[in-house]
Structure formats: C-alpha cells, structure tokens
C-alpha cells in the first residue's frame, strides 16, 4: 500500500513559476513509475508527467513538454514537478499516481495503482 499526499497548489499569474510536491509513505520500488495527472473543470482526467523511480526515465504530455520537469528525491520518497510559464490551460487540480509497472503504460492511465487527493493550481490571466 501506498500513500500519496500533494502539496504546493494555490494562485499563480500567467508566466509564474510553481512546484509541486508529492510525498509517498510505503515501499517505492525501482521497477515503479510516479507520475503527475491533472483535471481541468468540466474536462477528463489527463496525463502530465511520469519518472521511472530507479534510473529517472521520463515522460511528458506534448502540452507540457519545455515548461514542467518531473523529478524525485529517492531519499525522501518524494515526488516533484516544477511548473514554468505557467499558463491558464494549465489550471487543474493535479494529482499524483503510481504505477508499479513503470511508466510504459501511465499516459493511459489505465494502469494506475494510487492516487492522490489532488492540489488545485490555478493560473490568472
């Protein structure tokens, strides 16, 4: 079992900069993939950005490729993502996931184990 609490949401302007936090209680295995969904008012859930937590492979939405880098700190089981340029089609609540198959399959989602609560980003115009 898994674990996962976001944080580091709230108001930015177009153009700001914003990093998300993800904490994740529980084994975190090489082999798992971690990664970032988000969900717009009205609109699906969609996949932003994933790592391999063993050797940091990555993925990314071409909507975000450019702007928002995924990291993780191994040592504190956290998870990252740092918003740059931020846009108003960027406002979601974002959620955190885990796919303990890796990360071939996260995009879809479909694979998911965990999820997060989720932490709203909101970005003005």
């Known amino acids: 079992q898994v674990q996962l609490v976001e944080s580091g949401g709230g108001l930015v302007q177009t153009g700001g900069s914003m990093r998300l936090s993800c904490a994740a209680s529980g084994r975190i295995f090489s082999s798992t993939g971690m990664g970032w969904f988000r969900q717009a008012p009205g609109k699906e859930r969609e996949f932003v950005a994933a790592i391999m937590w063993g050797f940091g492979g990555t993925k990314y939405a071409d909507s975000v490729k450019g702007r928002f880098t995924i990291s993780r700190d191994k040592g504190e089981n956290t998870l990252y993502l740092q918003m740059n340029n931020l846009k108003p089609e960027d406002t979601a609540v974002y959620f955190c996931?885990?796919?303990?198959?890796?990360?071939?399959?996260?995009?879809?989602?479909?694979?998911?184990?965990?999820w997060g609560k989720g932490t709203l980003v909101t970005v003005s115009s």
């Open positions: 996931a885990v796919d303990r198959s890796g990360i071939a399959d996260m995009p879809r989602g479909s694979g998911v184990d965990f």
